[in-house]
């Protein structure tokens, strides 16, 4: 699956057709779903298929096919060089944080056996404790989000209505 995602990465980088690129973006996307599922976090591999393989290549190619000249493609222009060598640096700072982090494991953590029951209870169906959280801790930011969500809507449907 990480392979499948950094290749279709990288085609989306050297692909001119933008249409394709987008195709790539979406089997990048879905290989990182595929990455969620295999750590057993099926409500994010849930999220990253609706929201980034759904939502955004569809936003993404009905901006490509209202653009003019899609058929000029990807064109290559003076900020190629500093962007690769930006994306060069943090891509170095994130190895750097992957390898020196001491990343400490479930199964070497000084837990009683009350706690460790329960921690591997929430790993076991991560979907309803998110679900559990959601609709009882944290219900107040939830509805929150959802109005600023449903303003942001109606913003965008004013802003774009014919006059």
Known sequence: MATISIVAALAVIHVRDLFRAALFLVVSFVAVAGLFVM???????AVQVLIYAGAIP???IFAIMLSPNVQQGNTY???MLPAL???????????????KTKWNLL????????????????????TSSIGDLLLRNWVLPFEMASI?????????LVLVRER
């Open 39 to 45: 750590l057993s976090a099926e409500f994010l591999a």
């Open 58 to 60: 569809i936003l993404i």
């Open 77 to 79: 222009n003076r900020l």
């Open 85 to 99: 060598i930006v994306a060069s640096g943090v891509l170095a700072v994130l190895i750097f944080a992957i390898v």
């Open 107 to 126: 199964e070497y953590a000084h837990l009683s056996l009350a706690t460790r029951l329960k921690v591997e209870e929430v790993f076991a169906d991560t």
């Open 148 to 156: 600023l969500l449903l303003a942001a809507l109606i913003g965008a």
